[in-house]
């Protein structure tokens, strides 16, 4: 399947607000083929002249509707930096990710979030939960995951579970008040 600028669903398609379903465990072959081209396509995103030659836009998560398929499977790879500052990357091909727990405290992204489905720019910030607790079936690991995610993987965790309900990121910008004072939020 190719997976790339021009086949992601788009916001001006009303498909992209479909609910996903959960898949069934142990996955099929076909699911297990939707959740490898999907993180190759986050793999190969970030390589400037994979994503030039590819048509890729950047990114660190993708979801299977956003290629047509309304099932709860999605891609992540992230890289940040642990608490001595050294480089660390959280990379899942989740089925049936769900949020368990929630902090109190929210975060946001400083510079707002973006999504491959959604070419324009929307100002504002995106408040969500500094710390969530996700748990499904990772397939690189093989196994049932329990992922503590805080700060930007816990954003980027939230946003690909959000397009499982048919939810987009500016959904939660309110428009009266785009960047909302958010007392002891973690900003990113």
């Keep these: 399947m190719l997976i790339n600028n021009d086949t992601i669903i788009k916001d001006d398609d009303s498909f ?24 190759q396509y986050v793999q190969d995103s970030t390589d400037e002249e994979k994503a030039q030659k590819l048509n890729l836009r950047p990114a660190v998560g993708i979801s299977a509707i956003q290629i047509g398929i309304p099932r709860q499977l999605t ?51 995106v408040v969500r939960s500094a710390r969530v607790k996700v748990s499904g079936y990772d397939l690189l690991t093989d196994q049932n995951v329990t992922i503590r995610a805080r700060g930007y993987l816990a954003i980027v965790l939230q946003h690909e579970i959000d397009h499982f309900s048919g939810v987009l990121f500016y959904d939660h910008i309110d428009p009266k008040n785009p960047h909302p004072d958010v007392p002891g939020a973690m900003v990113i």
């Design 75 to 125: 891609a992540v790879i992230v890289h940040e930096y642990d608490k001595n500052d050294e480089p660390i990357t959280y990379q899942y091909m989740l089925a049936n990710p769900k949020i368990v727990s929630r902090s109190i405290q929210s975060a946001y992204l400083e510079n707002g979030e973006g999504c491959l489905s959604v070419p324009e720019e929307h100002d504002g910030f």
């Design 16 to 39: 992209i607000r479909t609910k996903s379903e959960p898949v069934e465990l142990p996955l099929s072959e076909e699911n297990k083929q939707i959740l490898r081209e999907l993180f």
